[in-house]
T-cell receptor, first 111, second 112 residues
């Protein structure tokens, strides 16, 4: 069975510091992996995806994610956090009709 | 860009009312989904549809039904609204394969 785990409910970072939001997956074969961001009272917005190719994927708003097959991880990263990055982040996996979502991680960036 | 439009951003309904949440997408996607989102519970799939007039139950279909008469429109119906259906409802569509979901802006429903 497919599953996606986000082990941290919340991540706190200071503005200007690097941030990492963790995601691990368990799926046989080659995963299709996605990151979404949700701002308050909004739908989810697509940030980036990994399908194949380079393990480091660059996305919107300066975010990137690193696919690590041996660790079955797809952590979201940003070199320098902004207060405006504070939001809810979801990792997801799925190649067919449906995506499986992690439980979400709230990112709080303090000035 | 694909657009998914949910008809209402905020909705307040009374207990026992029949409630319709509408979702329309403009890129000919086969797959459409309804989720509800509650604090601490993540996204929970209510129903999905992979073609016109086709529907499949998700994880929490009780108290809900859906309708997909046209490819672009996927409606969620609360037959008799209850206070425990107060939630954020998210609609999404997907072409499938390497494409992810496109989400609507969400409808925050309050049942009083």
């Amino acid at each position: 069975a497919q599953s996606v785990a986000q082990p941290e409910d919340q991540v706190n970072v200071a503005e200007g510091n690097p941030l990492t939001v963790k995601c691990t997956y368990s799926v046989s074969g080659n995963p299709y992996l996605f990151w979404y961001v949700q701002y308050p009272n909004r739908g989810l917005q697509f940030l980036l995806k990994y399908i194949t190719g380079d393990n480091l994927v660059k996305g919107s708003y300066g975010f990137e994610a690193e696919f690590n097959k041996s660790q079955t991880s797809f952590h979201l990263k940003k070199p320098s956090a902004l207060v405006s990055d504070s939001a809810l982040y979801f990792c997801a996996e799925g190649a067919g009709n449906m995506l499986t979502f992690g439980g979400g991680t709230r990112l709080m960036v303090k000035p | 860009d694909v657009k998914v439009t949910q008809s209402s951003r905020y909705l307040v309904k009374r207990t026992g009312e029949k409630v319709f949440l509408e979702c329309v997408q403009d890129m000919d996607h086969e797959n459409m989904f309804w989720y509800r989102q509650d604090p601490g519970l993540g996204l929970r799939l209510i129903y999905f549809s992979y073609d016109v007039k086709m529907k499949e139950k998700g994880d929490i279909p009780e108290g809900y039904s859906v309708s997909r008469e046209k490819k672009e429109r996927f409606s969620l119906i609360l037959e008799s609204a209850s206070t425990n259906q107060t939630s954020m409802y998210l609609c999404a569509s997907r072409a499938g394969g390497v494409k992810g979901y496109t989400f609507g802006s969400g409808t925050r429903l309050t049942v009083v």
